[in-house]
């Protein structure tokens, strides 16, 4: 007698049904852990390169306001430099 293969279904159990919620619920939350880690272990990389970017802008304002000492003391010469020759040159 040869066996026939059919195109019947094979139900699952409720312990199969069971196991397989507990393994959906079990995966939902190593996702959940993974993506909490992620975060974790990203916080640290952002306060560095926040840091970093403070640094640089602190750098960048000294900067700033050395340039525009110079530019100060550049126009108060060409200040003077314009008073002498109108001094010189007299009425």
Known sequence: MAIEDTDEH???TPREI???AQLDALHNQVTELLKAWETITEGPKLLSE??????TLGTHSKQLEQSAEKLSQIEHKQGYAHLAVSFEGGP
């Open 18 to 20: 069971d196991l397989h």
């Open 50 to 55: 926040v840091q970093n970017l403070k640094a």
């Open 10 to 12: 094979v139900k699952a």
